[in-house]
């Protein structure tokens, strides 16, 4: 048996690990709390120096942004949280903005149809179309897409639920063409689609639509919120901040920084 001396002896290994095992996790619960802040701090550092620029974009002090190559941009898509959505008077300031810097082309999109829906949007339509220059505002044969001043700016308005149905149907379109093909031994092939089967048959069926050079997400997500995939392939994707805050020196950054790219698009 061993004597009461020899018992701390025993003990000491073992106590000696543990002190040196709290000390590592206190070391790296340090760590990544520096880690976060140092994060936290250049984000915020970022933020102010973006806003800072922005606004002296906004005031033209920075001459270079003065004059934008927007003839490269040939389709805008601007994709909304659905609470921004539902912020009609500001969307409607925002197109009379892009209105004035010539984008042609315009994709407005958000998940729940807030704008297809919105008997505000029409308001907005009108009132953008009353803006221009001939004040000339018709419908199109697709009631989600609309000319306002038809030598100005085209309008489409998306939502979740048009990629969603145009995928079904496309499915359903490829399904129903290749499913009657058989060999020479009368064996059913089994259907094998390519992407230009299905791009084609998207916009054989009306889904398919022009893919955006730019797209701008607008709200607290960082993503495109199911926007259409098959209309991204080339798209540079560009995050602009909530709508209420929205600052007009972010579009023109981003529209100045995407007239400087050279895109290759392979063979």
């Known amino acids: 048996m061993d004597s009461p001396d020899k018992i701390p002896s025993l003990l000491t290994p073992q106590f000696k690990s543990s002190r040196r095992s709290g000390a590592w996790m206190l070391l790296s619960e340090f760590c990544w709390h520096l880690l976060h802040f140092v994060v936290y701090m250049v984000d915020k550092v970022s933020y102010i120096v973006d806003t800072f620029q922005f606004y002296l974009i906004s005031r033209g002090l920075l001459r270079e942004y003065n004059i934008l190559q927007v003839k490269k941009l040939r389709h805008l898509a601007i994709v909304f949280d659905s609470e921004e959505a539902h912020q009609t008077s500001k969307v409607g300031e925002l197109m009379r903005y892009l209105l004035s810097l010539g984008v042609k082309h315009l994709s407005l999109y958000d998940m729940e149809g807030v704008l297809k829906r919105s008997n505000e949007m029409e308001l907005v339509l009108k009132s953008v179309g009353d803006s221009s220059v001939t004040s000339h505002l ?39 063409k290749y499913l009657a093909d058989v060999d020479i031994g009368g064996h059913q092939i089994e259907p094998r689609f390519t992407e230009a089967d299905v791009d084609s048959a998207l916009r054989s069926l009306g889904c398919g639509g022009p893919e955006p050079d730019l797209l701008l997400v607008v709200g607290p997500a960082r993503c495109p919120l199911g926007f259409p995939a098959w209309r991204m392939r080339y798209t540079e994707i560009v995050h602009v901040g909530p709508l209420r805050s929205l600052k007009y020196g972010a579009i023109v950054k981003a529209i100045y920084d995407f007239s400087k790219k050279h895109q290759n698009y392979g063979s």
């Open 138 to 176: 018709e419908a199109d044969a697709n009631p989600s897409t609309a000319f306002i001043d038809k030598e100005k700016m085209e309008l489409e308005l998306l939502s979740f639920s048009d990629g969603k149905e145009g995928v079904a149907k496309a499915a359903s379109f490829l399904y129903s």
